[in-house]
């Protein structure tokens, strides 16, 4: 069995986030490319992960502010797997992984960062993309900067939009 690795993600997890917005909901103060938001639908995002798992890690969240599965309307489960669906679509044309991981976090102890507001991980993976470095010296090898890979995976979602 293959296990994913991410030891750096516990900071994040046990930090104090009291009195943060939702990274997911609307703000006035930073832009979609600020906040790494790919593409958006009128029920959903995409959005590029600040603390990846792995290269051109992302998230698919509804754009109400909803934690509990249960409590999605049809259209916004549909509008979600549409994205999901579709940003598997681009990452494949743009990084040609060779499998991905896509699932839930929900819960503290199911591992969520973001507790209040439900999303969708889609991890590419690549054959031998989890080498020794995060195991032993809890460093993650990122290829490139966040902003380059948002600006490539962009150009991909604005072919969508047209």
Request: hydrophobic share 40%; glycine share 6%.
């Amino acid at each position: 069995m293959e296990h994913l690795w991410a030891p750096w993600r516990m900071d994040y997890i046990l930090a104090n986030r009291k009195g943060r917005k939702c990274i997911f909901c609307p703000t006035g103060k930073h832009s979609d490319e600020k906040r790494l938001i790919i593409h958006r639908t009128p029920l959903s995002l995409v959005m590029l992960n600040r603390y990846p798992y792995s290269y051109a890690h992302l998230m698919i969240a509804p754009a109400r502010h909803v934690q509990d599965v249960s409590k999605l309307k049809p259209e916004e489960m549909k509008d979600i797997f549409h994205n999901i669906g579709q940003s598997i679509n681009v990452l494949k044309e743009a990084f040609r992984p060779k499998g991905f991981n896509v699932g839930m976090n929900l819960g503290q102890v199911g591992g969520a960062g973001i507790l209040h507001h439900l999303h969708f991980h889609i991890i590419p993976r690549w054959k031998g993309d989890m080498n020794f470095m995060p195991i032993l010296a809890e460093v993650r090898i990122i290829p490139e900067h966040l902003k380059q890979t948002y600006d490539k995976l962009r150009l991909y979602f604005k072919k969508l939009e047209n």
